[in-house]
Structures are given as structure tokens and as C-alpha cells.
């Protein structure tokens, strides 16, 4: 073409744009830019950015590809401006499109075929980049396209993008290559995101291991090369680059280990299945004996068959009338109470973790400012919680000790479990049913044992796995890395276990059935009316007042400011309580993410 013969072609340009555009597919020349245009034709064979796009700067600027579907063919100006390559010219990588369209549908004249271009991009950008270049060529991504030609293994803008390209240290660029690595390896993205790496990568934070810290980048081997940095030889090298302890053991935690796949991770499998069996179980069982409950509780409360608080004569008697019976000293109540806000200080910080894709974790994470906080938080009040653990266990040792000669293990004053509470379950089902009378009970009901050891025992597996977990080299000096993977799962559905019990279960028992309905405070003020206390633990009472030592255990009734200190306390806990577990059923059902 002559000089003159192109600035005709470009004023044809603007021409058919127009008219194109009502066709739909191309964008009008506004009359400033054609101008634009104009002079950058006059460039030769280097039209401008400005020029490009006018066309391909349309949002629906589209045409039919190779495989006759309609593909978008829009370049957004200003991502593309703040890219790396900003100033860039278009043609500089689109080095073949020297020619731009001069009627509606037409090609640009030499464009490659996609297929030869796609495959020819490591070139076109190795053309300026050719240290990547060269490392690419080596790597099993670089071999399959240039080698074998096969355009499904990944070139240069499948990892960083085509025209928003970011520099890679930028938090923004590495979450985003870890992302595009998932277009073709979702399975792997998917399992990486059920670690503790990909949960924090999740969250939004770039600190952690991501695909390319394991894998390499321009480098990336077969797994099974002994050149590999993911080379079961090699690979204590890779976690030291962050694990500075790391050891051989260490390396054999499974960084795609899932609880989904028999036949590749059996131990993570099963360990995930018991758990989710005796999950299941127990709240199959209790929930439904809280159903069952709620039915026959509800039922008498409408007939008012039952008589809440019966007053009997002895109860009108001078020293027993308005006294209250003190049901926890002190040391239980502060116990309670730090179990309590501990444990849902813990539930909120480690739930976030778990459920790092819902919108709530994120939010929650981005307050409390970050993981590293976030586990110094979760850190700090678990070792609260383990400490009025220990004690306790201590007092209660020392107690048995102390009383070894009178202590009766399976007493009435004991919380071990005893046949007298298998008889009492069986009675309360029966009173379920309506085949028998409301039984009543002695100091701890089979229901309050089991508030105490169920989330005893899953809390003592929770703190072992979450002892190892705080430190994993050092855990993994005598223990191999797999571990990890089996005390995250305990740990993680451990804890789920423990709020869904304490949150619905525990909920349900001590507050929202009608009879208590909607709190009971006796554990904040440690004291109940007489009146209740027989009507709730009729055995002991009786025990007590044929003993003659149900007046050792009376109290005045709490002060104005216990009981309404105690209720604002209550409600709060069960507020924060509801709105906990409301987070880890959203996360659980997947709402919000
Ligand atoms: C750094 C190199 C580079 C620069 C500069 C560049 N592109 Fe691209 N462009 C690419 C690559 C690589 C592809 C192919 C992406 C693919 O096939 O996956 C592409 C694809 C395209 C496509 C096809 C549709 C698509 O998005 O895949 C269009 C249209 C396009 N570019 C237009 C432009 C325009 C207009 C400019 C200038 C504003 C420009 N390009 C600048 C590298 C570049
Ligand atoms: C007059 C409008 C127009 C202008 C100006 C224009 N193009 Fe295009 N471009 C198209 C059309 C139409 C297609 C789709 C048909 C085709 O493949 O040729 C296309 C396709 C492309 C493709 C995709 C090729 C493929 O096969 O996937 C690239 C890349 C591209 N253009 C780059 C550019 C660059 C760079 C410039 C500036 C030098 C430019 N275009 C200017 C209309 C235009
Ligand atoms: C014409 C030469 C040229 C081509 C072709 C080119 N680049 Fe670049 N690229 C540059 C220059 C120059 C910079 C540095 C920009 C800066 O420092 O601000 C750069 C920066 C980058 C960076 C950021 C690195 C850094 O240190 O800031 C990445 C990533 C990148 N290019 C990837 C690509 C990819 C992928 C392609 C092909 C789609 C490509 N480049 C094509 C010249 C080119
Ligand atoms: C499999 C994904 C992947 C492919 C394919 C890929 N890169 Fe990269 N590239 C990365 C990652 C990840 C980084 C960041 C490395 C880091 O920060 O550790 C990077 C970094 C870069 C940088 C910044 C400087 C550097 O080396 O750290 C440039 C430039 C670059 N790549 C160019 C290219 C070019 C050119 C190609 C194609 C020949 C290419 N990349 C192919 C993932 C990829
Ligand atoms: C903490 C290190 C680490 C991280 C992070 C990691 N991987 Fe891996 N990856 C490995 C190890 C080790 C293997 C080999 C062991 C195995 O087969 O499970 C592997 C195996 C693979 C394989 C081979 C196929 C397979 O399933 O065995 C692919 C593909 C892969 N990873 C992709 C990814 C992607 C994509 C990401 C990010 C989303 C990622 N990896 C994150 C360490 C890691
Ligand atoms: C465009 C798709 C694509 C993208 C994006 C991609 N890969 Fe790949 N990757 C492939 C294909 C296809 C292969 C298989 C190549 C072969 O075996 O010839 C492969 C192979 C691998 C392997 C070797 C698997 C094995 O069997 O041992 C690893 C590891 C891997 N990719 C990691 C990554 C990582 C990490 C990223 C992101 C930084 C990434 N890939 C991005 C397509 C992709
Ligand atoms: C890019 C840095 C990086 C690399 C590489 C890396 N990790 Fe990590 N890893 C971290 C960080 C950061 C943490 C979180 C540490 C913390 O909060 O205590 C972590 C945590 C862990 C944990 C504890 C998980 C949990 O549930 O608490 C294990 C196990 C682990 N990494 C194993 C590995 C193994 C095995 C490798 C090598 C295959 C590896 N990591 C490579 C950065 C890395």
C-alpha cells in the first residue's frame, strides 16, 4: 500500500466502524478519535494503541472465532494502561497484525491461526523476557507447548494474564496466579484450599505457601522428575524455604491431602469418616431427644398438667422460705464463665480459618488484622482455656485424693456416669411418649453428665491435635508430617463438634426448653429457688432433708444486682453463642461464600 492509499483506508475505517455498529458488533469512531486514528495510520505499520481501539476498546466488541462461537474480543484501557506493559504498543506483542480491518468482518490481514498463536506466545514474549523464556522451555508446561504442541498445558498469560499483567510481588498478582493455576488444575486448587496454606491464600493473604513457593514457577517439573521441587528427595528443601526446621518427616505432610479420596489418601479418609460418624451420631441422638422433649414438655406446659415450682409444706416452714439452695460454689461459675467466653473467642478466630471462603471469615479476619493475629488471639485464649482446664482436672484429682476413703465414684455426688442414669434415660423416654410419669432426678441429671463429658472428651482431642499443630517442626521431630493432616481434620471438626453440641444441645437443655425458656442463670449466680431445685433434683432433696443437711447448703437469694448482672451475662452469651453458630452453619452449607 502507498501512504496515500492508507490514510483512505483508515478514513474507511471510521466508516465501516459506524456502520458496523449497527450491526452490533463494532464500536462508532468518535470524531476526535478518528482524527487519532488518522495519524497513527500515518505511522507505518505501527498503528497506535488509540487506534486498536477503537475497535477492540468496545465493551461488546465480539466476532466469531476459529470454532464459529462468538468471542469477546474487548481490551479494557485502562487495566491495560496500568499493567506492566502499559506503554507498550498493542503491535509489539501482536507483532503479526500490522493491518487493521477495512470493512465489516473482515480479518486482519496475516493474523496467525489461534491455535499457532497460542502456541507461539512463550516466543512472542520471551522476545523481550528471554531469561523466562528459557527456564519455561525446560519446564513440563514449556515442553508440552513448544516440544509436543499440545495448547492445553499453560503459556506465559495463562499464568499472568494477557493485558493485566501485574508485577508478581504484588500481593494482588501472586493471589491471582495461584487462582489462574486452578483454571486447569482444579482439583488441585480445590484440595490446597482445604490446608491451612490455601485457607489463608483464600482469606487474602499471600504470606503462605501458594503453588509456585512447592512447584516453582517458569520451572515447574513433573512431580515424579527427581529434579522436582515437589521430589520426595527434594522435597524438605522446598518447606525449609519457609520451615526453617523442617525435617525429612516434615516433608511427608500431604499438601493435596483430602478426605475425599480413598484410594490416594487412605488414613486422612478414615480418620475424616470416624469423625464424621461420631459427629452424626451424637447429634442424631440429641437432637432428637431434644425434639422428643420439646414435644411432651411443651404439650403438659399448654394442658398445664405440669405444676412448675409444687409447693410443699416444709417449704413454707420459716427457715426454708425464700431461701435458694446453692447449687455451684464460685470456682465453678468463674470456671464456666471462662470456658465460655474462651471457647467462643476460639470458635470465632478458628472458624474463620475453616470456613476462610465464606464472606463473614473474611470480614472477620480483615478486623481482627490478619492470620498472624488472628492465630496469636486463638493462641493466647486457648491457653487460658487449657490452664482452667488443668486446674480443674487437678482440683478434682485432689478431691478424689483427698476423699479416697468416703468418695463414692459412682455416688450421687459424683459426675461419673452410673446404671442409674441408663434407668433414668430410659424413663425419660418413656415420659417422652407418654407411657410413664416425668422422672425426676438426683444432682446431675444423665443430661448435665453428658453437657460434661462429651465436650470433655472432644475437647481433650481437640487440644492435643491443637498442641501439635502450634508448632509443627517441632511436632514433626518425632512424628511424620501425614500427622498434620489427620490433627487438622480432628482439630477443625473436633471443635465443629464441640459448638454444634454446646450451641444447640446445651442450648436446648439448660435454656430454651419450655420449662427454662429463655434462660436459666443458675450457673452465673450459682444459686436456685428452693421451690425449683426440688422440682428439678427431687432425689437429693429428699436425700438432703432426711439427712438433715439440706440447711448447710441454703443461701439468701442473689442480690438485685447478681440476678440482673447475671441475666445481661446470660443473654449476651447466648447471643453471641446463636450468632457463632449461625457462621458455621452458613460455612457448613456453603451460604455466603
Ligand atoms: C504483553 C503482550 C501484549 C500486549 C502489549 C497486548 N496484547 Fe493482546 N494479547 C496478548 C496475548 C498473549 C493474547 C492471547 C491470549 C490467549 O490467547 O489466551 C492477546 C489477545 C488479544 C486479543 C484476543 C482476545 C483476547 O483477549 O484473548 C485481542 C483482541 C487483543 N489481544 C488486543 C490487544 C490490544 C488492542 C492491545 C493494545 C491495547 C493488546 N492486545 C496488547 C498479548 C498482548
Ligand atoms: C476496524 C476495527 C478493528 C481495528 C481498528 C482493529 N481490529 Fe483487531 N479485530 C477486529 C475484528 C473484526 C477481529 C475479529 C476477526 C479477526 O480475527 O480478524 C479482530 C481480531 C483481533 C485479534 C484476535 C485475532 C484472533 O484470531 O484471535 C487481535 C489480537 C486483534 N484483533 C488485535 C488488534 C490490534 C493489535 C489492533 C491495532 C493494531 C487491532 N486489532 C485493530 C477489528 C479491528
Ligand atoms: C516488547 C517487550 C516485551 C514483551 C513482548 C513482553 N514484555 Fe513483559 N515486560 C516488558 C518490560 C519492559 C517490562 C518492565 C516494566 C516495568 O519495569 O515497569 C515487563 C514486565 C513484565 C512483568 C513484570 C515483571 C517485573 O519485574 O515488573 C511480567 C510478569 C511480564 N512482563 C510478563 C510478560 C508476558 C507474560 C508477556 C507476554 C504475554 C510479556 N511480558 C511480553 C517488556 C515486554
Ligand atoms: C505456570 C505459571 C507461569 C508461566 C507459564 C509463566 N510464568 Fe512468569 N511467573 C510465574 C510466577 C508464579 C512468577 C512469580 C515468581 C515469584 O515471585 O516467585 C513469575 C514471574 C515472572 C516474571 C517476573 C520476574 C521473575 O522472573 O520473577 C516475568 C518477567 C515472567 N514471569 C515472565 C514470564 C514469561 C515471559 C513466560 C512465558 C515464557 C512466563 N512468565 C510463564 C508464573 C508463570
Ligand atoms: C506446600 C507445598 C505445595 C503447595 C502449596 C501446592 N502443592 Fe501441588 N504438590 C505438592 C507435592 C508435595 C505434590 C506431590 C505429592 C502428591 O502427589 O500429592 C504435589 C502434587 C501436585 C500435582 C501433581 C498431580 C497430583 O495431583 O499429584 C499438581 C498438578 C499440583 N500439585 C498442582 C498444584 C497447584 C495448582 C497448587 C496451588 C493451587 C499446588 N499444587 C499447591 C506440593 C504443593
Ligand atoms: C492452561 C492450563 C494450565 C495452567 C494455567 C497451569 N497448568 Fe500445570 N499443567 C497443565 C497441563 C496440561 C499439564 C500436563 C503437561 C504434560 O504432562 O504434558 C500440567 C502439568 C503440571 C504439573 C506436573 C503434574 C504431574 O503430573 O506431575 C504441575 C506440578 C503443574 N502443572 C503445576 C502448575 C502450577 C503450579 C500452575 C500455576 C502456577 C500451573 N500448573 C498452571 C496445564 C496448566
Ligand atoms: C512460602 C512459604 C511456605 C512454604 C514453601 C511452605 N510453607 Fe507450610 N506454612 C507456611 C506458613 C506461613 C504457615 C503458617 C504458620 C503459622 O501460622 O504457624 C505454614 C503452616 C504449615 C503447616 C501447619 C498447618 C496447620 O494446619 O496448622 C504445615 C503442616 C505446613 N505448613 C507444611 C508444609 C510443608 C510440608 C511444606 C513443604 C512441602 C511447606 N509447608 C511449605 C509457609 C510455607
Not at 509489539?92 to 490481514?109: L, Y
Not at 437432637?287 to 416444709?314: P, V
Not at 472432644?458 to 509443627?472: A, E, H, N, Q, R
Request: include cysteine; aromatic fraction near 12%; hydrophobic fraction near 45%.
Amino acid at each position: 500500500m502507498t501512504g496515500r492509499s492508507k490514510v483512505a483506508a483508515w478514513l474507511v475505517v471510521g466508516s465501516i466502524s459506524a456502520a458496523a455498529s449497527i450491526v452490533g458488533w463494532a464500536p462508532v469512531l468518535a470524531a476526535d478519535s478518528t482524527a487519532g486514528a488518522i495519524a497513527a495510520a500515518q505511522q507505518v505499520g505501527n498503528p497506535a494503541n488509540d487506534t486498536c481501539l477503537t475497535c477492540h476498546g468496545n465493551p461488546s466488541f465480539a466476532a466469531p472465532g476459529a470454532d464459529g462461537k462468538l468471542s469477546a474480543l474487548y481490551v479494557i484501557k485502562d487495566k491495560f494502561g496500568n499493567s506492566v506493559h502499559g506503554k507498550l504498543l498493542c503491535t509489539q506483542c501482536h507483532i503479526d497484525i500490522t493491518d487493521v480491518p477495512q470493512k465489516a468482518g473482515e480479518k486482519h490481514q496475516g493474523a496467525m491461526a489461534r491455535a499457532a498463536w497460542r502456541l507461539d506466545i512463550p516466543n512472542i514474549c520471551g522476545a523481550c523476557h528471554t531469561a523466562e523464556r528459557a527456564q519455561y522451555a525446560t519446564s513440563v508446561h514449556g515442553t508440552a507447548v513448544l516440544n509436543n504442541k499440545n495448547p492445553a498445558a499453560a503459556v506465559c498469560s495463562d499464568c499472568h494474564t494477557t493485558h493485566a499483567i501485574a508485577n508478581p510481588t504484588t500481593d494482588a498478582a501472586k493471589l491471582s496466579i495461584t487462582q489462574n493455576c486452578g483454571t486447569c488444575h482444579a482439583e488441585n486448587l480445590k484440595t490446597y484450599t482445604d490446608t491451612y496454606h490455601g485457607k489463608v491464600n483464600t482469606l487474602g493473604y499471600a504470606y503462605t505457601a501458594k503453588c509456585y513457593d512447592c512447584h516453582g514457577n517458569h520451572n515447574i517439573l513433573k512431580v515424579n522428575d527427581p529434579h522436582s521441587t515437589t521430589y520426595p528427595a527434594n522435597r524438605v528443601k522446598t518447606c525449609q524455604k519457609c520451615h526453617v526446621n523442617a525435617t525429612a518427616g516434615f516433608a511427608t505432610f500431604e499438601p493435596h491431602g483430602t478426605p475425599h479420596d480413598f484410594a490416594r489418601y487412605p488414613i486422612i479418609w478414615l480418620a475424616s469418616k470416624c469423625l464424621l460418624l461420631m459427629v452424626s451420631a451424637m447429634l442424631a441422638f440429641f437432637w432428637t431427644h431434644a425434639a422428643l422433649w420439646f414435644y411432651r414438655e411443651f404439650k403438659e406446659h399448654a394442658q398445664r398438667k405440669l405444676q412448675t415450682y409444687i409447693k410443699a409444706a416444709e417449704l413454707s416452714d420459716a427457715k426454708f422460705k425464700g431461701k435458694y439452695y446453692e447449687r455451684f460454689p464460685l470456682v465453678w461459675r468463674a470456671a464456666h464463665l471462662i470456658f465460655a467466653v474462651s471457647l467462643m473467642v476460639m470458635v470465632l478466630t478458628g472458624m474463620s480459618v475453616l470456613y476462610a471462603e465464606t464472606s463473614w471469615a473474611s470480614a472477620v479476619m480483615h478486623w481482627l488484622g490478619g492470620p498472624k493475629v488472628e492465630a496469636v488471639i486463638h493462641r493466647t485464649f486457648a491457653v487460658v482455656f487449657v490452664t482452667v482446664f488443668v486446674i480443674q482436672l487437678a482440683y478434682f484429682v485432689g478431691y478424689l485424693i483427698r476423699n479416697r476413703g468416703t468418695f463414692e465414684w459412682f455416688g450421687p455426688n459424683s459426675l461419673f456416669p452410673r446404671a442409674q442414669d441408663v434407668g433414668d434415660m430410659l424413663a425419660m423416654f418413656r415420659w417422652f411418649f407418654g407411657m410413664g410419669p416425668r422422672p425426676v432426678f438426683d444432682r446431675w441429671t444423665y443430661w448435665q453428665k453428658f453437657d460434661f463429658w462429651a465436650p470433655f472428651s472432644v475437647v481433650i482431642i481437640v487440644i492435643i491435635c491443637g498442641v501439635m499443630l502450634w508448632s509443627p517442626t517441632v511436632t514433626a521431630a518425632f512424628l511424620p508430617g501425614w500427622v498434620f493432616n489427620v490433627a487438622t481434620i480432628f482439630h477443625g471438626e473436633g471443635a465443629l463438634l464441640a459448638v454444634l453440641f454446646l450451641f444447640t444441645v446445651h442450648f436446648f437443655n439448660n435454656h430454651f426448653r419450655p420449662d427454662k425458656f429463655p434462660l436459666e442463670v443458675v450457673m452465673f449466680t450459682g444459686a436456685m429457688p428452693l421451690e425449683q431445685f426440688k422440682q428439678e433434683h427431687r432425689v437429693e432433696y429428699n436425700r438432703l432433708l432426711a439427712a438433715g443437711e439440706l440447711e448447710k447448703y441454703l443461701v439468701d437469694a442473689p442480690s438485685r444486682p447478681m440476678s440482673v448482672g447475671a441475666t445481661i451475662l446470660g443473654f449476651t452469651l447466648l447471643g453471641i453463642g446463636l450468632l457463632l453458630l449461625a457462621f458455621v452453619l452458613s460455612g457448613m452449607f456453603g451460604i455466603g461464600s
